[in-house]
Structures are given as structure tokens and as C-alpha cells.
């Protein structure tokens, strides 16, 4: 099997899964030693020491270290006992990586809580917001070209792109981004919600296929996109009395109710899966944009 085309947040991703299915009891274990022959040189290969990892990406280091040694990685052939004595040493990093999952489980509550506060605000602000979800990601038969350090350039060029509120980001009042890595495909993806000044702009399906091209653009034709605003989904949505997209009315409560719904999915606390499995220091997976600002009109001053 070749595993040439997965890269580092890719073989991060597999790494990580394996452990956890290891530890979940769920996985055969001539699939475990056909998985290390595969992976280990690649993970090995892809290392870091810049980089922070998950729990488990760390217990698979050092399992597979305490088992080869300073055996060089390209040398190293898993056999039935190296593989059944890394099974037995992942046994001892269990705590970490459940104290690890039950941490981001109440960051992501507190994310939530925060997302929600900010949203409520704003619609009761204004009497009519455009709501945009749009999901940002990689094309899956290029994204082995993209490093965690690529996604955070692009999303970084996308934040300042949104703070200066021009082009496809004209007359947008607010925003909350989360930054996720696909369970299974280990894709690095954002989750984007945009809420525009609903007497200054109205086609949401146009805005979208702005933002996405944006996006497209910034990752030099790697970039690909999701829209919500599909007319036909949409449809769909209205028929159960579930859009919460589009144009969201203060005065209509269902309006409300279902685009705090929408927007609140970016902080889901049960997405464990969806959790990045490596992170640069100080990289923030999740935020929103400011309320209280000197700018917002309506308010009262802000207090020095």
C-alpha cells in the first residue's frame, strides 16, 4: 500500500485514529501491524518539535519509542512482538488522552456559551441580519499538498481580509470562525458563519459564492467550499421550519431560534473527532467577532 500522498496533518490524523481505536478495542491486530508498517516512517518522517499534538499522537510516540529504540525509522519492520509490546505500553497513556478529550469537551461548552451570548446580541441589535454559513477546506486530491503551517497563513490572510470589511465582506456586522481536522479524511477545514447588515445586502446565495472564491483565491487554487445556500436545500430546510440562513428577521422568533441553532453548530461540544490533532502554540481553533465596539452604532460610549 502507498502512503506517499499523506502529509503531515494527514498522517497525523491516522495516527491519532489508530490509537484511539487501539484503545477502544475496535481494530484487528494484524490491521494494527499492517497500520504501523504504514505509517510509522511517514508520522516519523513528518515530526515536529514545533508543533503541539494530541494525547494520543504523543502516546503513540512514545510507545513506538520505548518498543525501537534509536533504531532509524526507515529500518524499523513491525512484527507480532514490537507490535503486541507498543499495544501494551499505549495502555499507560489512557488518563492523559481521556483528561485531554474532557477538556476540549468543556472548552468547546464554554465556546458555545460565548458564541451564543454574541449572537443573541447581535440579532437583537439589528432588525435584520443576512446569516452566511460556508465551509472552507482543501481539494481532497490536493490537500496532501497543505501543511497545518498552510492553513494557518490561509486562515490568518481570511481574518484580515474580514477585518477590513471590504469587497464580498462589505457591510458585514459580525462573524465566528471554528477550525476543525476531519475525523476520518484528517482534512483541515473551517466552519464559517458571516452576519451581514440585512438592509444593506440580501442575496446570500451571491455572497457565499463570493466568500468561497475568496477563499480559493488566498489558497492559490488549492482551496475548496461548501455553501448552504443552495435555493433547493434551503427549500428543504423551510419545509421543517429549520432555515436558519439567509435573512433573519428580529421581530420573527422561529427566524431567531433557528439561526442561533445554525450558528451554534460551530461549537458543538460532542464533535471530539473533529478536534485538531496538531496545533501550533498559541493557535486559537475557535473565535468571534467583537460586540462592543466604538464603531457599532446605537450603543452607549465605551468606557475608558
Given amino acids: 500500500m502507498s502512503y506517499s500522498h499523506l502529509n503531515q496533518p494527514l498522517v497525523v490524523a491516522n495516527v491519532h485514529n489508530l490509537v484511539m481505536d487501539i484503545l477502544a478495542n475496535i481494530i484487528s491486530f494484524n490491521e494494527i501491524m499492517d497500520k504501523l508498517n504504514g505509517w510509522y516512517y511517514p508520522f516519523m518522517n513528518h ?16 510507545s513506538t519509542q520505548a518498543v525501537v529504540g534509536d533504531t532509524y525509522p526507515e529500518n524499523v519492520i513491525w512484527d507480532h512482538d514490537k507490535t503486541q509490546r507498543f499495544i501494551n505500553m499505549l495502555s499507560c497513556y489512557r488518563n492523559d488522552i481521556e483528561n485531554e478529550r474532557n477538556a476540549f469537551t468543556y472548552q468547546e461548552s464554554q465556546n458555545k456559551i460565548r458564541l451564543h451570548g454574541y449572537v443573541n446580541n447581535m440579532i437583537t441589535h439589528y432588525s435584520r441580519l443576512l446569516f452566511i454559513r460556508i465551509d472552507l477546506k482543501y481539494a481532497q486530491e490536493t490537500s496532501h499538498l497543505v501543511s497545518l503551517e498552510d492553513f494557518y497563513c490561509h486562515m490568518n490572510k481570511l481574518r484580515e481580509l474580514i477585518g477590513k470589511t471590504k469587497g464580498c465582506f462589505e457591510h458585514l456586522q459580525g462573524n465566528a470562525w471554528a477550525l476543525e481536522q476531519g475525523g476520518i479524511s484528517g482534512g483541515l477545514h473551517c466552519h464559517l458563519l ?55 428577521h428580529r421581530d420573527n422568533p422561529q427566524e431567531v431560534e433557528n439561526a442561533v441553532a445554525s450558528a451554534l453548530y460551530l461549537t458543538k461540544p460532542n464533535k471530539n473527532e473533529q478536534q485538531l490533532k496538531l496545533w501550533l502554540p498559541n493557535m486559537r481553533t475557535f473565535g468571534h467577532g467583537v460586540y462592543r465596539t466604538s464603531k457599532r452604532r446605537g450603543l452607549p460610549p465605551i468606557s475608558k
Fill in 194 to 248: 458571516l452576519m451581514y447588515d440585512g438592509s444593506k445586502r440580501q442575496n446570500d446565495w451571491h455572497i457565499a459564492k463570493e466568500v468561497g472564491e475568496k477563499w480559493k483565491a488566498i489558497t492559490g487554487g488549492l482551496g475548496e467550499y461548501y455553501s448552504y445556500h443552495d435555493p433547493k436545500r434551503k427549500q428543504k430546510y423551510k419545509q421543517y421550519g429549520k432555515l436558519g440562513i439567509g435573512m433573519i
Fill in 47 to 62: 515530526l515536529n518539535s514545533d508543533l503541539i499534538y494530541s494525547q494520543a499522537v504523543v502516546a503513540f510516540f512514545s
